[in-house]
T-cell receptor, first 113, second 114 residues
Framework: TQLLEQSPQFLSIQEGENLTVYCNSS?????LQWYRQEPGEGPVLLVT?????EVKKLKRLTFQFGDARKDSSLHITAAQPGDTGLYLC?????????????FGKGTMLLVSP | EPEVTQTPSHQVTQMGQEVILRCVPI?????FYWYRQILGQKVEFLVS????????KSEIFDDQFSVERPDGSNFTLKIRSTKLEDSAMYFC????????????FGQGTRLTVV
């Protein structure tokens, strides 16, 4: 069973601050996806990273996939209250030609004005 | 923008009853998934479906569960003889491709078993 550990579990910061959240595993993933989930709603895909060492930017969000494809980080610059939400990482695992997603428990981010 | 739609948004059912959760995946997607999220816990994989058959399923997906694509657009999850512990948010997802698959999730159905 592949496990994804996300840290920190909860982060409360002021508007304008920078932050980094982490997603770590002992398993190698074919790809890794980051989602944001609002209470009572489904996860919304933010980005997919595929290549070891890959860095993707989405406005103020920077995603990095570890060289060994076992870990990833999400860095947010100048956080805003609208960034509040649960950030989930999910690793893609392939078995017998089919793939599934294994989710971490998430990092709950609260950005206060 | 195309999206995955799920109905109903909330379903309350008596313990022991059968429920069917419905999903309309994005139209050109070929791979379909069901996940669930018990309150306060992580999103868990239940089953994936491709070419009209189950391709992967987790330990959670036992004989109580079944999936079906009854027509060209709907993808359903049936839960027979519901238990209290089946109460959760159930998410449907779809993806266009298997390799580097990027899954898009629906808004979820909140199932409450009483």
């Amino acid at each position: 069973t592949q496990l994804l550990e996300q840290s920190p579990q909860f982060l409360s910061i002021q508007e304008g601050e920078n932050l980094t959240v982490y997603c770590n595993s002992s398993s190698v993933f074919s790809s890794l996806q980051w989602y944001r989930q609002e209470p009572g709603e489904g996860p919304v895909l933010l980005v997919t990273v595929v290549t070891g060492g890959e860095v993707k930017k989405l406005k103020r969000l920077t995603f990095q996939f570890g060289d060994a494809r076992k870990d990833s980080s999400l860095h947010i610059t100048a956080a805003q209250p609208g960034d509040t939400g649960l950030y989930l990482c999910a690793g893609e695992c392939k078995n017998s030609g089919y793939s599934t997603l294994t989710f971490g428990k998430g990092t709950m981010l609260l950005v206060s004005p | 923008e195309p999206e995955v739609t799920q109905t109903p948004s909330h379903q309350v059912t008596q313990m022991g009853q059968e429920v069917i959760l419905r999903c309309v995946p994005i139209s050109n997607h070929l791979y379909f998934y069901w996940y669930r999220q018990i309150l306060g816990q992580k999103v868990e994989f239940l089953v994936s479906f491709y070419n009209n058959e189950i391709s992967e399923k987790s330990e959670i997906f036992d004989d109580q569960f079944s999936v079906e694509r009854p027509d060209g657009s709907n993808f359903t999850l049936k839960i027979r003889s519901t238990k209290l512990e089946d109460s959760a948010m159930y998410f449907c997802a779809s993806s266009e491709a298997l390799l580097r698959g990027t899954a898009f999730f629906g808004q979820g159905t909140r199932l409450t078993v009483v």
